[in-house]
């Protein structure tokens, strides 16, 4: 039969081998792996978490073999233990992203930490499989954004990781599972089926299960592949008047995905990864890297910083409804309100944890400083995270003005964060749950991850 789109993509995850890794690629996604587990702990401390946890605890009934974050003793079925650790992870939006938009890792590491745990002792994976298992999730869905110039964009019809997420999930458990080739296509078109989550519900309780259904969802097509089931074979071409996986999408060009020989350049390779330093939407970091920069300048001109001198702040961002929000009365509005992460970075000199408290978030003097706040589009000022810019800028009572301006936050793909910064974010957000050994094992594990004889043991 003639190949196509779909059954290349089968091909590829069924064929691509550890070796294919390089040691950039091994390197980033380690770093990942790492940060993703840190964010899902200290996102096991959030109410959207416990009730996550409650409800897979008091409504379903199974055999509990996979752990979950942030709570020792506590298991749940596999594919359960998936959906709560993906909630954990995106409860703070505290995960990385990628580009064209999306956040990968949340999408796969859950599903395959859970998976290493469900399989027999005689068939555990080893360090080499999880980690290409954990690629090629990447991959896959790498590749599938790249099939359409819309997704290079901040989304605004479907939250991105509950669409590829979801297939990356039916990915990379499907390699961790050694599924055959055929057994990967159905995995996916069972996958197309059960994706998908609506933007509007961004800046609520219920964005962080965009993430855990992706993580569970995917877990379970490919789980449903391995006992037999089937699925269209063309999900991921782009048939004239039949929609797959193009649904999602307004344009849609899909490529075929080579089988890999000798050697495979992974797209994280090309791309690397964001890296966020505080727990909020990535296009929070330019405006709060803007507010900063305008902030020492104040500081060089006043003395201190004292909001009584200022009469406008001037935000100039990119057009993106749901995270233009004046005046934010909960955490997750909050952590998707330019105008909120750029008020508190003046205020406070910094964005935290504490930042997203509600005290923190009613503050007089915090309302004070929304008030002054006026937003501007500049039309090259493109909703898009590798060409956007936040630019901050104070008019003065004394008719002075200053401004701050980022187009690179440390922590962007193009700035990375050091070696150093991730560990320090990782043993900061693990020690809400953790004891210091653990920390340092789990480290030691990550960083070794290609010599770990028992994946389950992570």
């Known amino acids: 039969p003639e190949e196509t789109v779909t059954s290349s993509f089968a091909s590829f995850i069924h064929a691509v081998r550890p070796e294919h890794l390089s040691k950039v690629v091994r390197h980033r996604s380690k770093r990942m792996i790492l940060d993703s587990i840190g964010v899902g702990l200290v996102g096991s401390t959030t109410q959207v978490f416990d009730l996550a946890l409650q409800y897979c605890q008091e409504l379903y009934s199974s055999v509990a073999v996979s752990s979950v974050y942030g709570k020792p003793g506590v298991k749940l079925s596999p594919t359960l233990a998936a959906f709560t650790n993906g909630v954990a992870t995106h409860s703070m939006d505290f995960d990385d992203t990628w580009h064209p938009a999306t956040h990968p890792s949340g999408a796969v590491l859950p599903a395959l930490l859970a998976a290493s745990q469900m399989l027999p002792p005689s068939t555990k994976p080893n360090g080499k499989d999880f980690l290409l298992a954990f690629n090629v999730g990447l991959e896959v869905q790498g590749r599938l954004m790249h099939f359409s110039t819309e997704a290079h964009d901040i989304p605004k019809r479907f939250h991105p990781p509950s669409v590829v ?4 999930s039916a990915a990379a458990t499907a390699k961790l599972l050694s599924l055959s080739t055929a057994q990967c296509s159905h995995a996916l078109g069972i996958a197309a089926s059960l994706a998908g989550a609506p933007m509007a519900n ?21 789980l449903l592949a391995a006992r037999g089931m089937e699925a269209n074979p063309l999900v991921l071409d782009d048939i004239p008047g039949c929609s797959g996986f193009s649904a999602f999408y ?27 330093r505080f727990p909020a939407h990535l296009g929070m970091h330019w405006v709060v890297d803007a507010a900063l920069s305008v902030r020492n300048l104040f500081i060089n001109y006043a003395g201190s910083f004292s909001p009584s001198l200022i009469r406008t702040i001037v935000l100039k961002i990119p057009v993106s409804k749901y995270i233009n929000r004046p005046f934010p009365s909960s955490e997750h509005q909050a952590r998707h309100s330019f105008q909120f992460n750029a008020c508190t970075a003046l205020l406070d000199g910094e964005v935290g944890l504490g930042s997203f408290a509600e005290s923190s978030i009613h503050r007089q003097e915090l309302r004070e400083l929304l008030d002054k706040v006026v937003v501007e589009h500049p039309e090259d000022n493109v909703a898009n995270f590798d060409k956007m810019y936040g630019e901050v800028a ?65």
């Not at 961004?202 to 490919?222: C, D, M, S, V, Y």
């Not at 307004?250 to 966020?276: C, G, M, N, R, W």
């Not at 200053?402 to 962007?412: A, E, N, P, Q, V």
Request: net charge negative; charged share 20%; hydrophobic share 35%.
């Open 250 to 276: 307004s344009v849609y060009q899909p490529k075929p995905l080579s089988t890999p020989s000798d050697h495979h350049e992974f797209l994280l390779e090309k791309q690397d990864i964001a890296f966020k």
């Open 165 to 168: 997420g979801t297939l990356g």
């Open 202 to 222: 961004a800046a609520t309780q219920a964005k962080p299960l965009h993430i855990g259904n992706a993580a569970r969802l995917g877990f379970e097509a490919a």
């Open 394 to 458: 104070l008019l003065l009572h004394s008719g002075d003005i200053l401004t701050g301006k980022c187009d690179t936050f440390y922590g962007h793909w193009r700035k990375p964060l050091s070696t150093e910064s991730l560990l320090k974010k990782f043993r900061s957000n693990a020690s809400h749950v953790l004891p210091e050994e653990k920390i340092e094992t789990i480290i030691t594990m990550v960083d070794n991850l290609e010599n770990l004889s028992d994946s389950s043991q992570l």
